[in-house]
């Protein structure tokens, strides 16, 4: 398993440099597959099961992935949604080996790291590789030592507006010895603005009337109490996550999208007729004319087209009754 751990432990290293670049993320989706393809033939030449035609296949010439994905298939290795994601990266492989640009994003390589990496029941030295690192605030400098403030006098002149410790506590003392002349007639108001308050204060006091009182029998029996009792509202019911599948592709593949649009990148798990979805709480999204849904498909999430969709229906739910309970009267 050496060379499966470095082949491994290289591809999330360039996953998690890339930051987009194309060439980066297709040299790291090179370095995942050779790791998956050595686990993959290791563990199947391994297995006690396995018959002698199949271990004549894996020496065959025209063994390739086709063959070995359907052995792993066929030896419970993995599963038919595993086989069709690792057969869609091995296409964009192959089309970057030969030259092309890759056609890939940085989230599905992420994803298919994360796949390989379970598949092959080990992970890299550094588990979250597969995410840049977020940058570290840098420290700010250390202040320079304080110089001397400069203004500008009126004549043009450079005087230094820097004093001593001494000279401005002496400063601040002249400032409370000598407080602002129009501070008087504030003061004068606000005392005569507090008396007038405290004035119309008792002449409301001494004029109110008193409230009037209730008669109540002398020897009659006193009204009987109304005990209020609450109504417990009932539970807010649990809205239950909406399923459904795709439909109308016309026995072609579809592919789920990272956004809502034909020309966003596209996710490795190609959809069929009745490949089952999970509608994901989001808004809908009208682009490109077509109204876009945001589903969650064999692990992924991304979006597909409203017209390829067949919801399930919804079970309807039973909101429980409110309990009310009449108020009961106490006695004499």
């Not at 002496?170 to 409370?176: E, G, H, K, S, V």
């Not at 808004?283 to 498909?297: I, K, N, R």
Request: one cysteine or more; aromatic letters at 4%.
């Amino acid at each position: 398993m050496g060379s499966v751990d470095e082949k491994l432990r290289r591809g999330f290293s360039l996953v998690a440099a890339a930051n987009g670049d194309g060439d980066t993320l297709g040299v790291a989706l090179l370095a995942l597959h050779g790791a998956l393809e050595d686990h993959l033939d290791e563990t199947l030449r391994r297995l006690p099961e396995i018959t002698p035609e199949d271990l004549q296949l894996l020496d065959d010439q025209g063994y390739g992935w086709l063959a070995r994905a359907n052995l792993a298939l066929n030896y419970g290795l993995i599963t038919p949604e595993q086989r069709q994601a690792i057969l869609e990266v091995n296409r964009q492989r192959q089309g970057f080996a030969h030259g092309n640009p890759f056609v890939g994003s940085q989230r599905g390589v992420e994803l298919y790291a994360n796949l390989v990496a379970d598949l092959c029941g080990t992970r890299p030295t550094a588990p979250h590789a597969a995410r840049p690192a977020p940058s570290r605030p840098t420290p700010a400098a250390a202040p320079a030592a304080a110089a001397p403030r400069r203004a500008r006098a009126s004549e043009g002149t450079t005087i230094s507006a820097s004093t001593s410790w001494n000279d401005r506590a002496a400063l601040r003392r002249t400032r409370r010895a000598d407080p602002l002349p129009d501070a008087l007639p504030v003061r004068l108001v606000i005392g005569a603005a507090g008396l007038l308050v405290l004035l119309l204060a008792g002449w409301w006091l001494f004029n109110r009337e008193p409230p009037a009182e209730t008669p109540v029998p002398p020897n009659g029996p006193l009204p009987p109490a109304i005990t209020p009792v609450a109504t417990t509202p009932p539970p807010t019911p649990t809205p239950e996550p909406r399923t459904g599948r795709i439909a109308r592709l016309g026995g072609a593949a579809g592919w789920l999208r990272e956004q809502p649009s034909f020309n966003a990148p596209t996710l490795p798990p190609p959809l069929t007729d009745g490949t089952p979805l999970t509608l994901l709480d989001r808004e809908p999204v009208d682009a490109e004319g077509t109204t876009w849904l945001a589903v969650s498909v064999l692990g992924y999430e991304g979006w597909v087209p409203q017209n390829n969709v067949d919801l399930d229906a919804a079970a309807p739910s039973t909101p429980s009754p409110a309990v009310t309970v009449a108020p009961a009267a106490a006695g004499p």
